[in-house]
T-cell receptor, first 115, second 117 residues
Framework: DTAVSQTPKYLVTQMGNDKSIKCEQN?????MYWYKQDSKKFLKIMFS???????INETVPNRFSPKSPDKAHLNLHINSLELGDSAVYFC??????????????FGSGTRLTVV | AQTVTQSQPEMSVQEAETVTLSCTYD???????LFWYKQPPSRQMILVIR??????QNATENRFSVNFQKAAKSFSLKISDSQLGDAAMYFC??????????????FGGGTRLMVKP
């Protein structure tokens, strides 16, 4: 069983469209994240949820809206897609909220291409 | 805010040789956690090794080891007996133990490692 699964793996869409990326983890972790990896491979956090509650909301356009129906799921909805949104989006989860030496478990990423 | 710097955009190593990837970070905290992640062409992010700042002993995982210099805020990764499968992007990451940091990982810009047969 895949620990953190993201769908779809690839997404090609036109400017102006609305799209969603889904993420599910079966590790029992209580914190989930969305990271964006740009064309230069730089990874930057977008959002963090702990037990369905939004904890981190970095400087991200309002067109990006995360939704966590339960602690095992964190979806990312993007409205009015722009060319600059093209990137790889990673979902991740971790076991503890209060710190600790646990790293993240990452999904395999979603490559979004806006044309 | 913490920053993580990887000063080597690319490194190359001969198969079976040893290579060291550099990472420095900036923080005012005394306790924190450091990680190295590997990203092969498959895009998957894989945890290679972790280090708690309160531990003086350097972490080791098989062929991978770190040189953690807390005073210098340096956290380098040494790969011994390099294999073709080690070719990947390597990311250094910092994690604060503070509750309001949200468990966030701050990543360096990455080092692309090439392994020559």
């Amino acid at each position: 069983d895949t620990a953190v699964s993201q769908t779809p793996k690839y997404l090609v869409t036109q400017m102006g469209n609305d799209k969603s990326i889904k993420c599910e983890q079966n590790l029992g972790h209580d914190t989930m994240y969305w990271y964006k990896q740009d064309s230069k491979k730089f990874l930057k956090i977008m959002f963090s949820y702990n037990n369905k509650e939004l904890i981190i909301n970095e400087t991200v356009p309002n067109r990006f809206s995360p939704k966590s129906p339960d602690k095992a799921h964190l979806n990312l909805h993007i409205n009015s897609l722009e060319l600059g949104d093209s990137a790889v989006y990673f979902c991740a989860s971790s076991r503890t909220w209060t710190g600790g030496s646990y790293g993240y478990t990452f999904g395999s990423g979603t490559r979004l291409t806006v044309v | 805010a913490q920053t993580v710097t990887q000063s080597q955009p690319e490194m190359s190593v001969q198969e079976a040789e040893t290579v060291t990837l550099s990472c420095t970070y900036d923080t005012s905290e005394s306790d924190y956690y450091l990680f190295w992640y590997k990203q092969p062409p498959s895009r998957q992010m894989i945890l290679v090794i972790r280090q708690e700042a309160y531990k003086q002993q350097n972490a080791t995982e098989n062929r991978f080891s770190v040189n953690f210099q807390k005073a210098a805020k340096s956290f380098s990764l040494k790969i011994s007996d390099s294999q073709l499968g080690d070719a990947a992007m390597y990311f250094c990451a910092y994690r604060s133990p503070r509750n309001n940091a949200g468990n966030m990982l701050t990543f360096g810009g990455g080092t692309r490692l090439m392994v020559k047969p």
